[in-house]
């Protein structure tokens, strides 16, 4: 693939600039940062995003624009060209030139689809909830670990990836048919396929789950009805509980719940624990 090889060229109005479209190198990115001198702060958490899902082939034509102005500055497509530079992975774009030096200020004004609208495009139930226990199994398989760290946040691209790769996540949607306290349902939806699909325990896994929508414990120092009984505390008292402290408080409960070990005091471990028998890549 050459430098820049353009596929297609189209000459608009004046006002509207000359379009191309053309597959870009990182060697070609690089020469267009620098004409980057007019332009918002660029942000590493989107191109670290932009990145994987070019690297992961996920990063596919769709006619969105790289946009110079008429003085030749680069006024859109930054994270791109940035990402593109990351991952060493060229792409292909429409590139318009010569823009009215107006137009910078009505850019981004539309609303960004997420994984869910994607899902729900596909005609899909429960999309958002789909969607957030998707997110919810990534995190999983990535152990949590820097899950608010620039550029950790999991892309469209890699959600729809996550409900293609289980396509029984969508059961264990149903299975929190009931309303659950305490613990996030779409991190209860993912520890119940995890348990049902991957781990072949379906009736730990229902039983888990029936805790936390009935509140009744299965036996005498049940870890999960602590767990669930501490969460509804900490809400009622308005304490913060980090991320990580919920699943890894979760998991603990899982695991405990799963050997039906008795507990007296329920304890978040310090550290995030493994799911244990479950092999991540799986996941």
């Known amino acids: 693939m050459a430098n820049v090889h353009v596929t297609t060229r189209g000459r608009g109005t004046a006002d509207a600039g000359a379009f191309s479209i053309e597959d870009v190198t990182p060697k070609v990115a690089h020469e267009w940062l620098g004409l980057n001198t007019h332009n918002r702060k660029k942000s590493n958490a989107t191109i670290a995003r932009y990145a994987r899902d070019m690297k992961a082939g996920e990063w596919e034509y769709t006619g969105d624009p790289i946009r110079f102005n008429g003085k030749g500055a680069l006024i ?21 030139r010569n823009l009215p030096l107006s137009v910078q200020e009505k850019l981004d004004q539309g609303k960004v689809r997420n994984a869910a609208d994607h899902l729900g495009l596909r005609g899909l139930d429960h999309a958002i909830s789909l969607a957030a226990a ?29 409900v293609d790769k289980h396509p029984g996540l969508a059961d264990s949607i149903g299975a929190l048919a009931k309303h659950v306290i305490g613990v996030s349902p779409s991190l209860l939806a993912a ?82 624990q493994a799911i244990e028998g479950l092999d991540l890549d799986l996941i």
Not at 81 to 96: G, K, N
Not at 139 to 156: D, L, Y
């Open 76 to 96: 859109d497509g930054q994270h791109r060209l940035y990402a593109c530079i990351e991952a060493d992975t060229p792409f292909r774009t429409v590139v318009i």
């Open 134 to 162: 998707a997110r919810q199994l990534i995190g999983i398989k990535r152990g949590f670990v820097a899950q608010r760290a620039s550029g950790s946040r999991p892309t469209n691209a890699e959600v729809l990836a996550t």
């Open 191 to 272: 520890m119940h396929y995890i348990g049902a699909e991957l781990l072949k325990d379906r009736e730990t896994a229902d039983a888990f789950v029936s805790v936390f929508a009935t509140g009744e414990p299965t036996y005498r120092g049940d870890p999960a009805h602590l767990w669930r009984e501490r969460l509804i505390a900490q809400t009622t008292q308005k304490t913060f509980l980090r991320t990580v402290s919920r699943v890894s408080g979760t998991v603990h409960a899982w695991n405990t719940f799963r050997r039906k070990e008795p507990l007296q005091i329920f304890r978040i471990p310090d550290e995030l």
